[in-house]
Structures are given as structure tokens and as C-alpha cells.
């Protein structure tokens, strides 16, 4: 994400000398600031550019059936 993008984004908390303060996963991370082939300040490994993990929809009753005691 351009850094332009990143202080305009509502989980932008504060930037520093060699990142970015993020609010995203609900607490405070630090991102990373790179630049590109043009010298353009970049935040690496931003969590709204990264694609979202597939969820898990083998999540059945029959498996679960440790979580009840059916006696």
C-alpha cells in the first residue's frame, strides 16, 4: 500500500522514522515502510492488501460431539 493510502486509512494510528503504526488486528502493530524501484515509500504487508485465508467448512456436528456430553 503507497504511504499516501495508509495515513488516509481509518487503522492508521501513527507513523515513525521506519514504519507505521497499525490498529487493524485490534491492537498495535508495527508495519514496515519500503521503497520501490521508484524510490516511493511503500507499507509492506499491509493486512487490507493481503488476501484473506479460505475458511475451514469442515466443521460438522460429528465433529463437535466432544463438546456436548450426550449421555
Same mark, same amino acid.
Given at each position: 500500500?503507497?504511504?499516501?493510502? /495508509?495515513?488516509? /486509512?481509518?487503522?492508521?494510528?501513527?507513523?515513525?522514522?521506519?514504519? $507505521? $503504526?497499525?490498529?487493524?488486528?485490534?491492537?498495535?502493530?508495527?508495519?514496515? $515502510? *519500503?521503497? %520501490?524501484?521508484k524510490?516511493?515509500?511503500? +507499507?509492506?504487508? /499491509?493486512p487490507?492488501?493481503?488476501?484473506?485465508?479460505?475458511? %475451514?467448512?469442515? $466443521? +460438522? *456436528?460429528?465433529?463437535?460431539s466432544?463438546?456436548?456430553?450426550?449421555?
Amino acid at each position: 500500500m503507497k504511504l499516501e493510502d /495508509c495515513k488516509k /486509512c481509518k487503522y492508521h494510528f501513527k507513523s515513525q522514522l521506519d514504519g $507505521i $503504526i497499525c490498529e487493524f488486528s485490534g491492537s498495535f502493530d508495527n508495519r514496515v $515502510i *519500503a521503497q %520501490d524501484k521508484k524510490g516511493r515509500p511503500l +507499507v509492506v504487508m /499491509c493486512p487490507l492488501e493481503m488476501p484473506l485465508p479460505k475458511k %475451514d467448512s469442515s $466443521i +460438522v *456436528a460429528s465433529n463437535m460431539s466432544f463438546l456436548v456430553n450426550i449421555s
